[in-house]
């Protein structure tokens, strides 16, 4: 009886002691688990695959939900061989009108390294395609690439969505020719929730609602990405902040369309404010931007454009109204699209541009909160650069 009694004892405690140490496996085992799956799903979200941009990259958001977010990375074009320096190059996606001239990268034979080769556009009447020739001579044969913002709207294949599928748990990302679950795993690690939220470059919450406006879209210069995530009867919550590096309000450079509202520095504290990349310019086309501020005169400027023929588009007439209605300053400068409108050198004088002048009684002062409206725009596109 002793000696049952022992072994019964003896066992007991082994066998407690097996159990306590399956379970502290099973825990340690489904924690790695999903520290695994959740660091892998958050870096393929936020840094993109080897073949694909991910959302820190964005140069466009297309839209953006609790849940979901869509966004145009840049495009690279590397179907290119180098030639020479008159060779006229087509784009295999059409670039965003408006957009900055594209990065010409050149990688020359037997060498592994990308150099910048300053690149040209090559204006056409047909706004279909976009031409680029080479700054410089570069050797012939040699690779070529270039990377720049595409239209998304006639090229959708080349926008990005990220989002959560509810029946399957899984984190999907469609790259516009392939759908991919990152978050598939082998692991047993399903995804259960997951949340973005938008917000701007003074760290505010763009909206709580299910969906970002689109005319609060161009604000959103950050996003914070949760996932949340189970392992048999264990959980566990990620969350990063994602600074969109190439976010319109972070890097001064924005694409404008008709109905844009955009925030702008107010006179005081405004450094650059420049009209450029102007595309698609027909006779008598029209761009109206209005400067709104939150007490004061709104300020309005026209810009009237001409364009004989297949001659260079030329900035026919440059109207200033203070307040709207009352016109004080006019100039009919006929200077090429190219160079583009600096709103705060409009006039000698610097009385009725958008700046506050040194040493000048300016006429025009916004102060406060301003929104810049795009109130009329027939050209294709234009960029609006603003520093405060």
């Not at 279909?128 to 239209?151: A, I, N, Q, W």
């Not at 080349?158 to 959560?164: A, E, L, Q, S």
């Not at 109206?288 to 004989?308: D, S, Y």
């Amino acid at each position: 009886m002793i000696s049952i009694t022992l072994i019964v004892i003896i066992s007991s405690a082994v066998y407690f002691a097996v159990i306590g140490a399956l379970d502290s496996w099973s825990y340690c085992r489904d924690q790695l688990s999903l520290q695994k799956v959740l660091a892998e799903t958050m870096d393929r979200t936020v840094s993109g695959t080897s073949s694909s941009w991910g959302l820190k990259d964005s140069l466009e958001i297309i839209a953006a939900g609790r849940t979901r977010m869509e966004y145009a990375p840049p495009w690279v074009d590397d179907t290119h061989a180098a030639a020479n320096r008159e060779f006229v190059y087509t784009l295999n996606k059409k670039m965003k009108a408006g957009a900055p001239v594209p990065i010409g990268e050149i990688r020359m034979p037997e060498q592994n390294r990308w150099r910048l080769v300053p690149v040209q556009m090559v204006p056409l009447e047909n706004s279909e395609t976009t031409l680029l020739k080479l700054g410089l001579s570069v050797p012939e044969g040699s690779d070529l690439r270039f990377v720049y913002h595409p239209d998304w709207a006639k090229e959708p294949d080349t926008v990005k969505k990220v989002f959560w599928d509810l029946k399957t748990k899984d984190v999907m990302f469609d790259s516009g020719d392939q759908l991919e679950a990152i978050s598939k795993n082998f692991f047993g690690v399903e995804i259960t929730n997951v949340s973005f939220k938008y917000y701007t470059t003074n760290n505010e919450l763009v909206t709580d609602e299910v969906w970002v406006g689109p005319q609060d879209l161009q604000v959103i210069t950050g996003v914070e990405v949760t996932l949340e995530a189970r392992c048999g009867e264990q959980t566990q919550k990620l969350v990063r902040f994602v600074n969109l590096r190439n976010a319109p309000m972070r890097t001064g450079y924005l694409t404008l369309r008709r109905g844009m509202k955009i925030p702008i520095p107010d006179s005081k504290h405004i450094k650059s404010l420049m009209i450029t990349n102007l595309s698609g310019v027909a006779n008598n086309d029209i761009l109206q931007l209005e400067a709104v501020p939150r007490a004061g005169q709104p300020w309005r400027l026209t810009v009237e454009f001409e364009r004989i023929g297949s001659g260079k588009p030329v900035i026919k007439k440059i109207d200033v109204e203070y307040p709207p209605q009352r016109s004080v300053y006019t100039d009919h400068p006929k200077m090429t699209t190219d160079l583009g409108i600096n709103l705060l050198l409009l006039g000698p004088d610097g009385l009725n541009d958008y700046d506050d002048d040194e040493d000048t009684e300016d006429s025009v002062m916004l102060e406060g909160d301003v929104v810049l409206n795009v109130n009329t725009m027939t050209i294709d596109g234009a960029g609006l650069f603003v520093k405060p």
